[in-house]
């Protein structure tokens, strides 16, 4: 039977808290969450390591906190099978507050009609979590208005689920989400054959879909979406998510100040995500050959301006749009991207991103809007549309690099030492809807027809500055125009830049050079300026930066007393991370802990503290030069180099 444990109990039928319940098998697992469901007061369930077949479900009749978890010690692990009969875990709060954490469980092999097919935290109808939704239904008299549930995961994996929505996991209208340390994967679609033609699909989100007040979501992985239940290859029309993954945190706020709890998706792997289907022929009028096409969003964000969005890994996706909304979206790399629309991101800060690898998929092909063609091949989309700013958005010190698309900008910005190579499109990077535009600093190849476009039509108010960029062709580029402005504004001014040629009549337009920046290694994308350049010390200092910034590569903003025109400046001081001592040169003692510490993913003193590999093998290539090196102030590591060379 089941071991109860109350740990503390009040007299005169006062609430429990803390009851704990200790159980071997299922029937056991079952009864302790029905007996909790309502046993006036906080629950605890603690499961015997092994595995729990079957479908299992807490209906609350109590506002109360239930906990989860994998007894024994170390990662011990229990493990809830569904066993493709129906769902796995399904929480049912009614009207009343539930706060659920789960730690150490598999949850697998869930197949519902519903929404939620591995673990559902819904109402019955499966409709809502929260309590604002039912106070009307019950008349407000079983619970406290505006009381919320919540949710906590902690090293939880949620594979092989199946659903119309949220196969995963699906919960809405929470007042915390707290998601840490867990693995999502293979979960599919799911719909009763018998509903299908009545029902052709095609919304909810694969492995999960959560909606929360505060959204917590650090440090987990996402992988790749299973096929629908049964195996079957999706087709074009056919039933299927509208994305893989949707969060939603719906804290808003006017101001940053008035932000209370930020949401945080931080540190987690969105990798080998496909939305695809397969085409067949005849649709739309063409013949596709069975290609496939990346039709639904892969990935949505909506997480509000009280928001952060940081040091996110969105490799290998495939799919429609990638969309993000947040209020600050830094460090992150979206790489190996397939998509028919493209990156979408509404921010008022984005910092130190890398795009890189990102495809139009079928572009040329002009699809139908159905199917997500594009305008003017635009992979990559940013500003701070949903809400109008009493500042513009920064934009600073991301690489771009190898797009089959632009880059534009949608709104009022401050564009500032950001790098874009091997753009492959008429415009590298175009702005628009902007009646402020701050473009300094950036280093920019053209591929196509322009490298930076600017377009002022219909925005008589516009103030434009263009100072310190470098905006070159490509070796491989035809003839055009490197920077574009299309329509006059209130001012426009072009200071200080490099270029070939530009378009021509504006306010003011002075300092400009028309001769070679002198790139390092063009070929690699390695635009860092070689000594003797025209471009070092030739920038144009007007109070714009302050001591405290920071080039691309992370060093101080003005070196040697001016500022070098373009997005790096140019240092030739920086130390190879292993030489700890500082004396410019590696030991075979500095090279083994550096080594070590990269086998063993350690944390390292100096920056960068998670150490890259080609890092690591310049370190080795110096020692076997004799370990003396020297700086040539271009890209890292290739900079640093032996004495003799």
């Known amino acids: 039977g089941i071991l109860l444990l109350f740990t503390s109990l009040t007299l005169f039928g006062a609430k429990a ?12 697992f079952q009864a302790a969450l029905t007996t909790a469901g309502s046993n006036g007061g906080d629950d605890e369930i603690v499961l015997t390591p092994g595995t729990y077949g079957g479908n299992f479900k807490y209906t609350a009749g109590e506002s109360a906190a ?3 978890r994998a007894g024994g010690a170390g990662e011990e692990r229990a493990v809830l099978d569904g066993e493709f009969r129906a769902y796995v875990l399904k929480i049912v709060p009614g009207c009343y507050r539930v706060d ?6 598999d949850i697998i092999n869930g197949k519902s009609e519903e929404a939620g097919g591995g673990l559902a935290f819904v109402s019955d109808s499966g409709t809502y979590t929260a309590i604002s939704e039912c106070d009307s239904q019950s008349g407000g008299t079983q619970v406290q208005q505006g009381s919320k549930s919540s949710l906590i995961l902690k090293n939880v994996v949620i594979e092989n689920n199946y659903a119309k929505d949220g196969a995963g996991l699906k919960a809405n209208g929470l007042s915390l989400a707290d998601i840490s340390d867990s693995t999502f994967g293979g979960n599919g679609f ?14 909810g989100s694969a492995h999960l879909g959560l ?4 959204l917590i979501f650090r440090s987990n992985f996402i992988g790749a979406v299973g096929l629908p239940f049964g195996g079957a290859v999706p087709s074009l029309g056919s039933n299927f998510f509208s994305q893989a993954i949707s969060l939603t945190s719906s804290g808003g706020a006017s101001t940053v100040e008035q932000c209370a709890d930020r949401s945080i998706v931080e540190n987690n792997k969105f990798q080998g995500i496909s939305t695809a289907m397969v085409a067949r022929e005849g649709v739309m009028g063409e013949t596709y050959n069975g290609e496939v096409i990346p039709y639904r969003d892969p990935i949505q964000l909506a997480l509000g301006d009280c928001s952060d969005v940081i040091g996110n890994e969105f490799r290998a996706l495939s799919g429609a749009n990638l969309q993000i909304s947040a209020g600050i979206v830094v460090r992150n790399f979206f790489e190996n991207l397939d998509l028919t629309q493209g990156v979408i991101i509404a ?8 795009f890189r690898d990102i495809n139009l998929v079928g572009y040329e092909l002009q699809w139908a809007s159905s199917l997500g063609s594009k305008v003017e091949g635009t992979v990559v989309t940013l500003g701070k549309y949903l809400a109008p700013l009493s500042e513009p958005v920064q934009i600073a010190r991301n690489h771009f690099s190898n797009l089959t698309g632009s880059v534009e900008v949608q709104s009022s910005v401050k564009f500032v030492g950001n790098v874009l190579f091997d753009v492959k499109e008429r415009c590298a990077a175009t702005f628009k809807f902007a009646d402020q535009l701050e ?10 027809m322009s490298g930076v476009c600017v377009v002022l039509d219909g925005r008589p108010d516009a103030k434009l500055n263009l100072v310190n960029n470098i905006v070159w062709p490509l070796p491989n580029a035809g003839s055009g125009t490197d ?7 209130l001012q426009s001014t072009l200071k200080n830049n490099i270029y070939q040629t530009a378009s021509e009549l504006w306010d003011v337009s002075e300092g400009n050079i028309q001769a070679d920046p002198g790139f390092f290694d063009t070929e690699s994308g390695d635009l860092h300026v070689v000594e003797g350049s025209i471009a070092i010390n030739a920038g144009i200092e007007d109070g714009f930066f302050s001591s405290s910034d920071l080039d691309i590569d992370g060093n101080a903003r003005v070196l040697d007393g001016a500022l070098d025109i373009g997005a790096f400046e140019r240092s030739a001081a920086a130390l190879h991370p292993a030489d700890t001592n500082g004396d410019s040169s590696i030991s075979s003692a500095e090279f083994e802990a550096y080594n070590s510490a990269w086998r063993n993913n350690e944390i390292w003193s100096v920056a960068p503290e998670t150490i890259p590999v080609d890092f690591v093998t310049r370190a080795g290539y110096l020692l076997q030069k004799g370990g003396s090196y020297k700086n040539i102030g271009v890209g890292k590591p290739a900079t640093w180099v032996p004495v003799n060379e």
């Open 17 to 28: 808290l803390a009851v704990t319940f200790n159980v071997s098998n299922a029937d056991e």
């Open 66 to 68: 239930l906990n989860i």
């Open 100 to 105: 659920l954490s789960l730690e150490r469980l």
């Open 190 to 203: 799911y719909l009763n054959p018998s509903l299908a033609s009545n029902n052709p699909g095609g919304s």
């Open 211 to 214: 909606q929360a007040d505060q």
């Open 347 to 354: 921010s008022n800060e984005l910092v130190e991103n890398t």
């Open 439 to 448: 473009i300094r600093s950036n280093t920019l190849t053209r591929s196509g």
């Open 483 to 489: 920077i574009e402005r299309i329509g006059y504004g």
